[in-house]
Nanobody, 131 residues
Framework: QVQLVESGGGLVQAGGSLRLSCAVT????????IGWFRQAPGKEREFVAA???????????DSGKGRFTISRDNAKDTKNTVYLQMNRLKSEDTAAYYC?????????????????????WGQGTQVTVSS
């Protein structure tokens, strides 16, 4: 089991940017696929973005394509962190954002976009976009 801690949320005006961070406490991040999900009040949790353990492939929900970028830094000595850069934010991006992790393999990458795939979750960070 690993621990995940999200940070970087806050209040931003529409059109602005935020970079969310997911710090992963693990011996190495190399074995883990990481996903970002969000949940707005009164709505179900939804997929935002995910990245494979190698970082060679990433996936995005249609709502974030062209605006969001997921990236990872597997250097355990300094970072062990996955980032979600969010640009041109909209009011509908307002939600609590969660990162999730799972020890993965390429054969399982088809499941990256689904919350059932992940074993470990962070506590979330709130993003509020004012219009």
């Amino acid at each position: 089991q690993v621990q995940l801690v999200e940070s970087g949320g806050g209040l931003v005006q529409a059109g602005g940017s935020l970079r969310l961070s997911c710090a992963v406490t693990a011996f190495t991040l190399d074995y883990y696929a990481i996903g970002w999900f969000r949940q707005a009040p009164g709505k179900e949790r939804e997929f935002v973005a995910a990245i494979t353990r190698s970082g060679s492939y990433s996936s995005y929900a249609d709502s974030g394509k062209g605006r969001f970028t997921i990236s990872r830094d597997n250097a355990k000595d300094t970072k062990n962190t996955v980032y979600l850069q969010m640009n041109r934010l909209k009011s509908e991006d307002t939600a609590a954002y969660y990162c999730a992790a799972r020890i993965s393999a390429p054969s399982l990458d088809a499941h990256l976009n689904y919350d059932y795939y992940y074993n470990d979750w962070g506590q979330g960070t709130q993003v509020t976009v004012s219009s």
